[in-house]
């Protein structure tokens, strides 16, 4: 019997600096990386770094292409999955300004 293990798309790295953060926010980082990846051609890398500052919570969301593209978006607010969403509203325009036939082509497979 043979099990196959599915290879991820990119190397994800979620860090939280001068905070925890919990499980459940991970795997929501989790996907939401994933299905930023699917946006991208080639993906290569994502990256979440949580911090908190004096009031607010931060979320900067760091993605390499295989082009050697890196796309930066940052997103702040009271909390961090709130802060989470700002930053993927950042990159989604940062994408579809990118690469907009791409764009598209991914919508359709996440459909």
């Given at each position: 019997?043979?099990?196959?293990?599915?290879?991820?798309?990119?190397?994800?790295?979620?860090?939280?600096?001068?905070?925890?953060?919990?499980?459940?926010?991970?795997?929501r980082?989790?996907?939401v990386?994933?299905?930023?990846?699917?946006?991208?051609?080639?993906?290569v890398?994502?990256?979440?770094?949580?911090?908190?500052?004096?009031?607010?919570?931060?979320?900067?969301?760091?993605?390499?292409?295989?082009?050697?593209?890196?796309?930066?978006?940052?997103?702040?607010?009271?909390?961090?999955?709130?802060?989470?969403?700002?930053?993927?509203?950042k990159?989604?325009r940062?994408?579809?300004?990118?690469?907009?036939?791409?764009?598209?082509?991914?919508?359709?497979?996440?459909?």
């Amino acid at each position: 019997m043979t099990f196959s293990v599915e290879e991820p798309l990119m190397n994800l790295s979620i860090t939280a600096r001068h905070c925890e953060i919990s499980e459940e926010l991970r795997e929501r980082t989790r996907q939401v990386l994933e299905r930023l990846g699917s946006l991208v051609r080639r993906p290569v890398e994502a990256a979440v770094v949580f911090d908190v500052g004096p009031q607010v919570a931060t979320a900067e969301i760091r993605l390499k292409s295989g082009r050697s593209d890196v796309l930066v978006a940052t997103g702040q607010d009271r909390d961090h999955r709130s802060a989470l969403d700002r930053a993927v509203d950042k990159m989604r325009r940062q994408l579809e300004r990118e690469d907009p036939a791409s764009r598209r082509r991914g919508a359709r497979e996440l459909a």
